[in-house]
């Protein structure tokens, strides 16, 4: 029987009952120090959600912390649920923060307000740190934030077509008429709220080619970068690479 996109993913109430861990984490510390964050963009039919999925665990244990995996059902639940919303970000990121972020680069934005307020609250998420976001134009958003590293995947449109069929269990057919809508309408979302080209390198640590190396060739990878590219040497001190650094320096 096919199965829809949502199916692929854990549910929400999960997702939340660990962002409420984080947020208990951060209420017992007076001052936390900051963490780093990730997002991941991809075309359409790209492995991204397995890519956050894989990454997190390999993040957990190079840093010894929880990250949680944010998506676009999740970060859009929060926005549209006030009560949600001040539960769970009440006392996780600056807000004041946030909307100078919004003001500064995104004041564009007012043309489509829900969008707008989805992006305060993902700049708000990456703020906090030990996030990994996926979608929603969140490299782009969050590009002036220094602790946020972004890596986007891409691959031939027969490798994305392929990758949906199997997922959803459709046949190829199905399946390219979903990725070829679906990549229009994301491109071109992301394009008019944001005035920016998702696809461009310059908003990117990192791309990979998804059809050329597996999910976790591309995590392994996406850990290097984080984890060499962090100033805090203790954050990351249970890393072989960190170490390694370390004793270097």
């Known amino acids: 029987m096919p199965r829809s996109f949502d199916s692929l993913i854990p549910s929400i109430e999960q997702r939340e009952a660990g962002w409420m861990r984080l947020r208990e984490r ?7 120090q900051a963490h780093p964050s990730v997002t991941i963009s991809r075309q359409y039919g790209c492995e991204g959600y397995a890519l956050a999925q894989r990454l997190k665990v390999l993040l957990e244990e190079a840093s010894g912390q929880p990250w949680n995996l944010f998506d676009k059902a999740l970060v859009d639940q929060v926005a549209s649920d006030e009560n949600l919303s001040r539960q769970l970000l009440g006392h996780l990121g600056d807000e004041s923060h946030a909307q100078d972020v919004l003001r500064t680069h995104f004041g564009h934005l007012t043309h489509d307000d ?13 703020m906090v740190g030990s996030a990994i976001i996926v979608g929603r134009g969140g490299a782009v958003a969050c590009q002036d934030l220094k602790n946020c590293f972004h890596f986007r ?12 069929a199997r997922r959803l269990d459709i046949p ?9 809508k679906q990549s229009k309408l994301r491109e071109k979302f992301i394009s008019e709220c944001l005035h920016a080209d998702v696809t461009s390198s310059r908003w990117y640590d990192a791309v990979f080619n998804n059809e050329r190396q597996s999910v976790e060739t591309i995590a392994q990878a996406c850990r290097r970068i984080v984890v060499g590219g962090w100033p805090d040497p203790d954050y990351f001190r249970h890393d072989p690479m960190r170490v390694g650094l370390v004793i270097r320096s």
Do not use: M, S
């Open 114 to 126: 829900a969008y707008a307020k989805v992006v305060k609250h993902l700049v708000q998420i990456a």
């Open 172 to 180: 190829l057919a199905e399946a390219e008429k979903l990725v070829r």
């Open 26 to 32: 951060f209420d017992q510390a007076h001052r936390p």
């Open 153 to 164: 995947l891409e691959a031939g449109l027969d490798f994305r077509i392929a990758t949906i």
